[in-house]
């Protein structure tokens, strides 16, 4: 049974920084396909980074040069560092995993078979 947790949420100031960290169990995130997706009040959830098993990354344009998703194989931990952080970033912030992608990892959520449950960012001006 796969199991994943983030932690490092919090409330920051426009421009500040938080990093996001996603653990994972009974699956190591170093193994497969895992991304960061975000839902903010009243929208859809959007895709905001992936990282493929050959260590490849894709960002969404809106956090693109601001964000940047990492794992480190060891802890079994994925992470998103979000720097110059904007009112509009506020959202809950969900770590994926996709099964079958690998390196051929994609922004789209479809392909995630597990979520964590979440952790909330609010950005204040």
């Known amino acids: 049974h796969v199991q994943l947790v983030e932690s490092g949420g919090g409330s920051v100031q426009s421009g500040g920084s938080l990093r996001l960290s996603c653990t994972s169990s009974?699956?190591?995130?170093?193994?497969?396909?895992v991304g960061w997706f975000r839902q903010a009040p009243g929208k859809e959830r959007e895709g905001v980074a992936v990282?493929?098993?050959?260590?490849?990354?894709t960002h969404a344009d809106s956090v693109k040069g601001r964000f940047t998703i990492s794992k480190e194989k060891v802890r079994h931990t994925l992470y998103l560092r979000m720097n110059s952080l904007k009112i509009e970033d506020t959202a809950v912030y969900y770590c994926?995993?996709?099964?079958?992608?690998?390196?051929?990892?994609?922004?789209?959520?479809?392909?995630?078979?597990?979520w964590g449950q979440g952790t909330q960012v609010t950005v204040s001006a």
């Open positions: 994926a995993l996709d099964l079958w992608s690998g390196a051929r990892c994609r922004l789209d959520q479809q392909n995630f078979n597990y």
């Open positions: 990282i493929g098993t050959d260590g490849s990354t």
């Open positions: 009974g699956a190591s995130v170093s193994d497969f396909c």
